[in-house]
């Protein structure tokens, strides 16, 4: 039953049908080797490691500011205790005296010294503010192109894939109907010459090699339903139909 609704011209359309497969495989390889994705990942990365970097020394001086503004704080409770000591009244010698004036006089210049420092920190991160937020929002900037790429593959690839899909069903439906030795040399011929089993034969040249069938061969090509051999590639060949045309480019499409 399959045989008795066998064309010639299912040949060609399975042949179209495994290059448009073979096409749609190539598409997918290219959308998901969009340099545009791959340029917006990278800036991206470069963009969040100069965030990671910038924040971490933000962080240091955060840390180096806290541990000098306790160093104040202890030296303050220490002025405070010194002082206490001092207007108490209890203390009479006067080298003890002494000493707890120059020690409030050291803490007092220490302190002074420190919160130079501390200044000098909060005026660096002051500084660095600006560029840590511009930073934050180039990222926010390249996040949102990647998330937009891959939207933008992710549905091409279903697109590709649906289409994939029908082809191959497509396929199922014209094999069914390709009689099995023709198909077994079908199989052969596309294993052995580079996946190209049939050719077109039109204005006497091959589709498949390009070339002129000389006319001594050309006279015998005279029937559009019978399997011929090109007499220069070996491959299955078959006389022009117009309607090839129509399913190649439906295929194409």
Do not use: W
Request: hydrophobic letters at 30%; charged letters at 40%; a negative charge.
């Amino acid at each position: 039953m399959g045989e008795e609704k066998f064309e010639i011209i299912d040949l060609v359309e399975l042949q179209a049908i495994e290059n448009a497969t073979s096409a749609r495989y190539a598409e997918i390889d290219k959308v998901k080797a969009d340099p545009r994705l791959a340029d917006a990942e990278k800036n991206l990365e470069v963009s969040r490691k100069k965030g990671e970097e910038k924040n971490s020394q933000f962080h240091e001086l955060d840390v180096k500011r806290k541990k000098l503004e306790d160093t104040v704080d202890t030296h303050e409770e220490k002025i405070k205790s010194n002082e206490k000591k001092l207007f108490s009244g209890t203390i009479t010698d006067p080298k003890e005296l002494s000493n707890y004036q120059e020690e409030i006089q050291v803490l007092n210049n220490s302190n002074s010294k420190l919160e130079d420092e501390i200044l000098e920190i909060m005026e660096e991160q002051d500084m660095a503010k600006p560029g840590i937020e511009a930073l934050k929002e180039e990222m926010v900037e390249f996040d949102s192109i990647v998330k937009r790429l891959r939207s933008e593959m992710d549905e091409k690839l279903e697109v590709l894939k649906h289409n994939i899909e029908g082809l191959k069903k497509r396929k199922e439906d014209v094999v069914l109907r390709i009689p099995g030795d023709y198909l077994k040399k079908y199989n052969d011929l596309k294993t052995k010459k580079s996946g190209i089993a049939v050719s077109v034969i039109k204005d006497n040249f091959c589709s498949a090699c390009n070339m002129e069938i000389p006319s001594i061969e050309t006279e015998r090509f005279v029937d559009s339903d019978e399997v011929y051999k090109c007499p220069i590639c070996g491959r299955m060949s078959v006389l022009y139909r117009p309607e090839m045309d129509d399913i190649k480019k439906e295929l194409e499409s």
